[in-house]
């Protein structure tokens, strides 16, 4: 392929990208990444937590070539999932809880694949006899590292993509291909010295620019952590429930951020400050018909009432004390000692009200 014809075949990717929702695509050259040597010392300071699939994706994030043989260039584009509603750190009523902003609608996983995949299928009509895998965050690709080289935003201080015009409120998605494009430059840092994010992140798990220690991440602990969240960080969860998005709402690049008319990311009723007393009153069932097809179904109903629980408890509500009962008495041990947790949490700031 002559680079002209490259570059043709780039410029109709790209405005495929766009009129399939993608507010912007990026092409990175496969090379070796820079990156990877923080990928890895991350590793090795076991700030991955329990995610032991990042360890074992190690190899293929190294080297793309092992997932498309002979891959050339890696297509990255970004989907914004903002929308008109609060932020986490606007004030809201003591009784309601905070479920992330990337969760208020339909699973992206679902609706930005089949996005990326209709890009695919274009690019197979266009360069015929090429091949290529694509991902939305589930592949052992390094995805921030591979946008930033396609052009599309750099790797902010609070690790997230950002990019000067849609903020980072934005899903990526990519294609590894072996075909030949037309390469981007990447996206210099643009933070300079602010510091808001690491300043906000109230578990501190922001330990250094560009450093998350998942461990202490409230959205790790609130979606990925299974068991029993260490009782030093609780207090700190405040009462977010799914996730949790003060590192971006603070990020002086998301004051001007575009809102998508997408209908899949648009709230669903009762998903913003969703009101803890009635999520309390939920059993499995109406769990799962809530949460049918959205990201948190993620965590089960156990994940999902542990921090329905804490949230309870940093509510600092006391009559949010008789939703609780109930799981004082719980089967499961998890729920049983969260909510003995949560219960006496606000037992003891009663206690220290009533002495003021
Ligand atoms: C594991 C994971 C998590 C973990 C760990 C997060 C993390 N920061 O690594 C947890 C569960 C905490 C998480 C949380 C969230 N996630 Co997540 N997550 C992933 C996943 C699957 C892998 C990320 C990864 O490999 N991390 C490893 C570390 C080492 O990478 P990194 O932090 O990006 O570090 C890079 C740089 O910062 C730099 N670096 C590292 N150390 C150093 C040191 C120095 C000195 C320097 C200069 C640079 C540097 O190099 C590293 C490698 O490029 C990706 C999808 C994918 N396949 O890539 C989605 C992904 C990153 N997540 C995403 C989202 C939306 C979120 C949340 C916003 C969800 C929420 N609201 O709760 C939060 C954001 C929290 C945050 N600040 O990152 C999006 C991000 C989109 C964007 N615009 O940035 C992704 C890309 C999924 C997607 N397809 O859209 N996530």
Redesign the pocket.
């Known amino acids: 392929m002559t680079e002209m014809e490259a570059s043709t075949l780039t410029k109709k990717l790209r405005l495929r990208a766009l009129e399939l929702g993608f507010a912007e695509c990026g092409v990175a050259p496969v090379e070796q ?1 820079e ?2 040597q ?2 890895d ?3 090795e300071h076991g ?2 937590a329990d ?1 032991d699939y ?1 360890r074992r ?1 190690r190899e293929k ?1 190294h080297d793309p070539g092992l997932i498309v043989p002979q891959a050339r260039s890696i297509i990255v584009c ?1 989907f914004v999932y903002n929308t008109r509603a609060p932020r986490s750190t606007d004030a809201h009523a003591e009784g309601d809880g905070w479920i ?4 208020w609608g339909d699973d ?1 996983h679902d609706f ?1 694949l089949k996005k990326i995949r209709a890009l695919y299928a274009y690019l197979t009509e266009l360069a015929p006899g090429c091949s290529g895998r694509y ?11 591979w ?2 080289h396609a052009g599309i ?1 750099w ?2 201080k ?5 990019n000067p015009v849609l903020g ?6 990519l294609i590894i291909t072996d075909a030949e494009l037309h390469p981007d430059q990447p996206m210099p840092d643009r933070c300079g010295t602010c510091t808001r ?1 690491l300043d906000a992140c109230p578990t501190g ?2 330990i ?5 220690d ?1 461990n202490r ?4 602990l ?3 952590k299974k068991d029993e969240i260490p009782e030093a960080l609780r207090e700190e969860m405040g009462r977010h429930i ?4 003060i ?2 709402d603070v990020c002086p690049w998301n004051r001007r951020a575009p809102v998508s008319l997408e209908p899949g990311v648009q709230p669903r009723e009762g998903a913003v400050n969703p009101a803890i007393k009635e999520l309390l009153q939920l059993d499995e069932e109406a769990f799962r018909r809530r949460f049918r097809k959205s990201p948190v179904k993620r965590t089960k109903f156990r994940g999902f009432m542990r921090n329905v629980l804490i949230a309870a408890g940093n509510s600092r509500q006391p009559e949010m004390r008789a939703y609780i009962a109930p799981f004082l008495e719980h089967e499961d041990e998890l729920l049983r000692t969260t909510a003995r947790w949560a219960y006496d949490r606000i037992g003891s700031t009663q206690k220290q009200e009533d002495a003021a």
């Open positions: 990444l990156d990877m923080h990928y010392a991350w590793l700030f991955h995610m990042l994706h994030k970004s992330s902003r990337y969760a992206y930005v991902y939305v965050d589930t592949g052992p690709v390094l995805e921030r590292a946008a930033q935003g790797l902010g609070n690790t997230c993509l950002i980072s409120y934005t899903f990526l998605a994010c798990a922001l250094e620019a560009n450093v998350l998942a991440c409230i959205s790790y609130a979606i990925e799914f996730g949790c998005d590192c971006q």
